[in-house]
């Protein structure tokens, strides 16, 4: 049997960016802030702090990617707390986090959490007409996963 997340007209939506797509990132959230303003927004350290002048909307911020920031936003999808996530990642750069960006990106695959890399994903999924209504996310069930035999 199937199972499903219930995603509700009001989204949370979690906000990331490397240091040398911040300012892509916030022209981004510029162009959609009237889309953007009516969800509740969750982001990392700075970005959080960027946005949150850009938009003057209050933002929950959780810590720099790499002081534990992408692990706290992993738990949350973990928890189905995120419904869907705009991560402009620096695929040019690497990154003394990379191992922890890219389990946030896994987990975004794992529960099945919209994901976006760039701003031309990015304005796919906001222009979506499940941006604003309810979306029935379907859901892996893990539960043969969790009781398989361990050698």
């Known amino acids: 049997m199937k199972k499903y997340k219930e995603l509700k ?4 939506i979690a906000l990331v960016a490397h240091d040398h797509k911040k300012e892509e990132l916030i022209d981004w959230v510029n162009a959609n802030k009237e889309t953007l303003i009516k969800h509740r927004l969750i982001a ?15 933002v929950s911020r959780v810590l720099s990617g ?3 920031g992408d692990q706290q936003l992993g738990a ?8 869907l996530m705009i991560f402009f990642w620096d695929p040019m750069e690497s990154q003394p986090h990379d191992t922890d960006v ?8 794992v529960w099945n959490i919209p994901l976006a890399c760039c701003s031309a994903t990015a304005d796919f999924i906001i222009s979506s007409p499940y941006m604003n209504s309810s979306y029935k996310s379907a859901v892996t069930d893990y539960t043969d996963y969790l009781k398989r035999a361990i050698k």
């Not at 007209?9 to 949370?12: A, E, H, M, N, S």
């Open 44 to 58: 990392t350290g700075t970005t959080g702090a960027l946005i949150e002048s850009q938009l003057n909307v209050q």
């Open 102 to 109: 890219k389990a946030l990106l896994r987990l975004c695959v």
């Open 76 to 83: 949350m999808i973990a928890t189905g707390v995120i419904d």
């Open 66 to 68: 790499p002081l534990g």
């Open 9 to 12: 007209p009001v989204k949370t």
